[in-house]
């Protein structure tokens, strides 16, 4: 039961900033989602992204096995979800990354903390890392149709990423004035990503939605069960398995519909997606925290 209330009270939020965008288009004021994305995914999600991994201190004896774990399940994850989406006949730049990658910096972060304790948020953010590197690489060159891979190189979301990686495994810090002042930057990221995606809904077509409960069950299903298969075949340590089924399980991340809208793909199918996943796991993960702790 306490599991269940966190999961509503992580994303109880999502659905308030998302209800003032919703409503504050439902009442006919003005809203440039191009301006909010550019600022939001050029700014404000850099620096987010670049202080969190920053931040963050990492025992050597959490990383290498959970590491391998990761990157393993992302990698099936990233071949099963190209071949789902190439069945269906679905647009890859559209449904492929938000398939393949999760919430598990707004969502993920806190329930590792909640459930698990320090030890079960050290290992989320080691799921987090591979996830944020992978996304803002891989994920940047699908979503923007491919080509050239210096259009990946430009994208500040990659830059902040790696160099967030390589602070977090040297140890470095900036000085605190300039954190300080990132910190307030990124702090901007969440808010202004979740009322663009009301936004987004209050355009949407009804249609969509069901479309996006299929998808999301789907997601839900391949990406819990491939995580516990993954940890269990490498002998996780049981918090370590229990925290990657948990990070690789959250809904679909809501820079996806930001990348989305910023490179011309069907932003409002990603938006859909977004909304669908975060309801669906309400009941999702305490279902798959249930069989772990």
């Known amino acids: 039961m306490d599991i269940v209330l966190t999961v509503i009270e992580i994303v109880a939020p999502v659905f308030i900033l998302a209800s003032i965008g919703y409503f504050w288009v439902f009442f006919g004021f003005e809203y ?30 959490a990383l290498s096995l959970l590491l391998l774990a990761s990157v393993l399940t992302y990698g099936v994850l990233t071949l099963v979800f190209y071949l789902v989406v190439k069945a269906l006949n ?13 919430n598990t910096g707004n969502v993920g972060l806190p329930l590792a903390y909640f459930a698990f304790g320090e030890e079960g948020f050290a290992y989320a953010i080691v799921v987090f890392a591979v996830m944020a590197i992978w996304s803002f690489t891989f994920g940047v060159w699908v979503v923007s149709g491919g080509g050239s891979i210096r259009k990946v190189v430009k994208e500040p979301m990659v830059g902040a990423t790696i160099l967030g ?11 605190t004035f300039l954190t300080n002042a990132l910190e307030l930057v990124g702090q901007m990221a969440i808010p202004l990503m979740l009322v663009t995606l009301g936004v987004a809904v209050a355009r949407l077509k009804p249609g969509r939605l069901g479309q996006a409960f299929w998808l999301s069950l789907l997601k ?37 519909y930001m990348l989305a809208e910023k490179y011309g793909a069907d932003s ?14 309400v009941a999702v993960i305490p279902l798959a925290l249930g069989f772990m702790i």
Do not use: Y
């Open 90 to 102: 679905l647009e890859m730049r559209s449904f492929l990354p938000p398939l393949i990658f999760s």
């Open 32 to 61: 440039r989602v191009q301006f909010v994305t550019g600022l939001a995914m050029t700014l404000s999600v850099p620096a987010l992204i670049f202080v969190a991994l920053m931040e963050t201190e990492i025992e050597p004896s």
């Open 268 to 281: 409002n199918a990603v938006a859909g997606l977004v909304v669908v996943s975060t309801l669906l796991s």
């Open 220 to 256: 839900a299903a391949l990406c819990v069960g491939f995580a516990a298969g993954v940890g269990i075949w490498l002998e996780l340590p049981h918090v370590a398995l229990a925290v990657l089924v948990l990070q690789v399980g959250t809904p679909v991340a809501v820079t996806s």
């Open 165 to 175: 990686g390589i602070f977090m495994w040297q140890g470095w810090t900036t000085p």
